[in-house]
C-alpha cells in the first residue's frame, strides 16, 4: 500500500473550502512577501500613531473625557459614590451641583 503524502497548506485551505470565488486564499496571502513587506511598515505605524495620540493628550480632546489630573475638583476631592439607598436622586443632583 502507498503512503500519501501529507497536504500543504495550500492544498488543505483550497480543499476545505466548498467552492472558489477567484481570490486568493489566506495562506496565499500569509506567505507572500509582498504581504510582509507592507504589514512590516503599516502595523508598527499604527501602534506609534496611537502611541503619539494618547501621549500627547490629543485622545482626551478628540473624546472630552478629563484628563489624570482633572478628575477632582479643589471643592471636590471624594469619589461621588451613592451612599443613600432611598435619596438617590438627592445625592446626585447633588453631585451634578459641584461640575
Do not use: C
Amino acid at each position: 500500500m502507498e503512503s500519501i503524502p501529507p497536504l500543504t497548506v495550500q492544498e488543505y485551505v483550497e480543499l476545505s473550502m466548498s467552492g472558489s470565488t477567484g481570490e486568493r486564499s489566506f495562506a496565499d496571502i500569509i506567505t507572500s512577501i509582498r504581504y510582509w513587506v507592507i504589514h512590516s511598515i503599516t502595523i508598527p505605524s499604527l501602534f506609534i500613531a496611537g502611541w503619539l495620540f494618547v501621549s500627547t493628550g490629543l485622545a482626551y480632546d478628540v473624546f472630552g473625557s478629563p484628563r489624570p489630573n482633572e478628575y477632582f475638583t479643589e471643592s471636590r476631592q471624594g469619589i461621588p459614590l451613592i451612599t443613600g439607598r432611598f435619596d438617590p436622586l438627592a445625592q446626585l443632583d447633588e453631585f451634578s451641583r459641584s461640575f
